[in-house]
């Protein structure tokens, strides 16, 4: 393909609609179920795999600098990938519609559970939704570390990176960092192992194999004083609500715990929402008092098992903060209001990083060291999505686990007599009919949500 052609098609959106663009990025949407793994999972077989917009290589790149990033890696690699095919609004739009459908859902769950107390319906509705994306997750694995699991250096990388994040809870900013200096020097020393990973046979072959190619689109390259621009923007977006309730309404007031606490949230969920959801418990529960321990666990279920990122638990926990203490309003506006405001303050910082971080990001995929660094990285994130594949796992099939703290040792052990068995059978059926008989994720999704409600049906959960 000549390069020329490829500049032009870049610059013209690549010969992508963007009506089509937006129907693709709702289908995105509509099927993140799984936490990070299984969102990254259904955006890479569609957009690398299926549509052929992106290639392998660049993909990992902008998976590389979310998982960077604090706040749902997901959301921001839909936001990236956006910017890059169709300019900012191409970004809002992927960003945008990646969550859309997790607050329309979080918000109706949140009235029925301030209505009547329980979801228990809709959490039998769900429950075979949680063995397929068990196997969505699985596949997820597998997917990226064949990928990216190249070489002996890479599967010991993401060995380690798993065994360091599981057994010892060792933060995951330090595992990326050090993914990425051990990286960055074997790169510089000229090691070929950690050359980067790409899609297809050779250089020219990334260029051919997808619709963005290689070339660098005239609006990803930086620029200094857009770079100024949007940041203001974007941080005026974010920071001007905060400020105005904090004069408005003062510290005291449940809009302005929820804006600055969330906010504050926002900048250190590094690792994705299991690393910080322990804290926000803490103090939702025993600082604030806005919800009580049983009702935090029942807004986590909530996010596992509806569509968008697991943070989205947030809303939840802004709607009953402001449900509980409505400050003049009725407790439905309110806690509406308090739900939208949370989601807020959570993910506008996110389309920031982005839109700032992202043309200097790109202008260094060329970078010998960087490449290098960025290689280990996407070897140590493969553990790291091991990681959470297992922790979805313990929390799906096993109704105890045990904390084991002992040594520097910090884990859950699973209580084997506590398996949940229906759960145990529909995760083995949904994997069967994903790596045996390749049927498609909506098939399965659909098919182990018919079965979560003939089984609750039945009395067998």
């Known amino acids: ?82 910017w890059l095919m169709h300019r900012t609004a191409g970004g809002l739009m992927a960003g945008g519609l990646f969550i859309l459908p997790g607050i329309i859902a979080i918000m109706a769950l949140s009235y029925v559970y301030a209505a009547f107390g329980n979801v228990s319906f809709v959490e039998a509705l769900f429950f075979g939704l949680k063995a397929a994306v068990l196997a969505i997750v699985v596949e997820a694995v597998v ?27 060792v933060p995951f900013p330090i595992i990326i960092i050090a993914a990425g200096l051990i990286g ?45 621009r949007v940041g203001a923007l974007w941080l005026a977006l974010w920071l001007v609500p905060v400020i105005v309730l904090l004069l408005a309404l003062g510290q005291d007031n449940v809009f302005s715990q929820i804006a600055l606490f969330f906010s504050k949230m926002s900048l250190v969920t590094f690792g994705g929402a299991y690393a910080v959801l322990a804290y926000v418990a803490q103090q939702a529960v ?85 490449a290098g660094a960025l290689s280990a990285i996407t070897a140590a994130v493969v553990g790291v999505i091991l990681n959470l594949s297992i922790w979805f796992a313990l929390h799906t099939l096993f109704r105890e686990t045990v904390p084991v703290h002992a040594f520097a040792l910090n884990f859950d052990m699973p ?19 994903i790596f045996r008989f390749k049927l498609g994720m909506l098939t399965v999704l659909g098919a182990s949500c018919a079965a979560g409600v003939v089984l609750r049906l039945a009395g067998v959960i």
């Open 1 to 82: 393909m000549d390069s020329r052609n490829v500049q032009a098609g870049a610059d013209a959106g690549h010969g992508i609609s963007f009506n089509e663009a937006f129907r693709v990025w709702l289908r995105v949407a509509c099927l993140s179920f799984g936490g990070p793994a299984g969102q990254i999972a259904v955006m890479h077989r569609i957009l690398v795999e299926e549509k052929k917009w992106i290639s392998e290589g660049r993909f990992l790149h902008a998976l590389n600098y979310c998982m960077l990033l604090p706040g749902p890696e997901a959301q921001q690699l839909a936001t990236y990938v956006g």
């Open 143 to 169: 997917r990226v570390g064949k990928r990216a699991l190249k070489n002996r250096i890479m599967i010991a990388l993401a060995a380690i990176a798993f065994v360091a994040i599981f057994f010892f809870a």
């Open 184 to 228: 960055y020097a074997g790169a510089r020393s000229g090691r070929a192992e950690f050359a980067p990973t790409g899609h297809g046979h050779g250089g020219s072959g990334a260029a051919i194999d997808s619709m963005l190619g290689e070339a660098v689109p005239e609006h990803v390259k930086p620029n200094t004083a857009r770079t100024i």
């Open 286 to 370: 025993e600082h604030y008092h806005w919800l009580k321990p049983h009702e935090m666990l029942d807004g986590l279920g909530m996010a596992e098992t509806t569509p968008g990122p697991l943070i989205m638990v947030l809303q939840f926990v802004g709607f009953m903060a402001a449900y509980r203490d409505p400050s003049g309003l009725s407790p439905m506006l309110a806690a509406t209001l308090g739900g939208l405001l949370a989601t807020w303050v959570t993910f506008t910082p996110c389309f920031l990083w982005i839109f700032v971080g992202a043309p200097y990001i790109e202008r260094l995929r060329g970078n010998t060291g960087l």
């Open 415 to 433: 209580v084997l007599t506590s398996v949940d068995i229906p759960a145990l059978v529909l995760s083995i059926a949904a994997a069967t009919a």
